[in-house]
């Protein structure tokens, strides 16, 4: 079974540009979910998705931040304009279903750096 | 509101010898608990969980956690470490409800000495 997948693994941008970033989850996965991990920290919630469909987004800066999920499949989160604080490992995750104990599923990440 | 406490950011242990990762729990309600690893530049990985069946739960790699309820604790353990084992190493609680939010804790680095 493939895993999450994730693209690009690396990025590297200046501040004020925008940056785009792609989710495939495991295959028949109705919940998908984007993290930003900083460095030294764990990583925290930025949105959650059933489906097409927002679940949580409660942690998202919807100033700068967007995400979709439009066919319910594979997922973007965009970035525009980027912050020198937006340095950090974003991570894609999904699960078969979403509820309390079930197993959330990890992609490598995006390590995205703004200078 | 849950959330996690990893008491250690650091634990340095040589080869063979045991491990032990600390982690407390904050919690309304019964809670489901998750020990996760991430490996560099790999992806999270689950190592075990914890979701009210039998309090001693067994994972992958050897590795086992125990959940206290009186104590608030879940700490996660290993006989003999590995030096594959070195990682970091993070206590997950999922937010009661239909969401199965996650609430990491800030990370345990582990390292292992030969």
């Known amino acids: 079974e493939a895993g999450v997948a994730q693209s690009p693994r690396y990025k590297i941008i200046e501040k004020r540009q925008s940056v785009a970033f792609w989710c495939n989850p495991i295959?028949?996965?109705?919940?998908l979910y984007w993290y930003q991990q900083i460095l030294g920290q764990g990583p925290k919630l930025l949105i959650q998705?059933?489906?097409?469909?927002?679940?949580?987004d409660s942690q998202l800066p919807k100033d700068r931040f967007s995400a979709e999920r439009l066919k319910g499949v594979d997922s973007t989160l965009k970035i525009q304009p980027a912050k020198l604080e937006d340095s950090a490992v974003y991570l894609c995750?999904?699960?078969?279903?979403?509820?309390?104990?079930?197993?959330?599923?990890f992609g490598p990440g995006t390590r995205l750096t703004v200078t | 509101a849950q959330s996690v406490t990893q008491l250690d950011s650091h634990v340095s242990v040589s080869e063979g010898t045991p491990v032990l990762l600390r982690c407390n729990y904050s919690s309304s309600y019964s809670p489901s608990l998750f020990w996760y690893v991430q490996h560099p530049n790999k992806g999270l990985q689950l190592l075990l969980k914890y979701t009210s069946a039998a309090t001693l739960v067994k994972g992958i790699n050897g590795f086992e956690a125990e959940f206290k309820k009186s104590e608030t604790s879940f700490h996660l353990t290993k006989p003999s470490a590995h030096m594959s084992d070195a990682a970091e190493y993070f206590c997950v609680v999922s937010i009661p409800g239909n969401t199965g939010k996650l609430i990491f804790g800030q990370g345990t680095t582990l390292q292992v000495k030969p």
């Open positions: 295959s028949g996965h109705a919940t």
């Open positions: 998705f059933q489906n097409n469909g927002v679940v949580d």
């Open positions: 995750a999904s699960s078969s279903q979403s509820g309390q104990g079930y197993e959330q599923y």
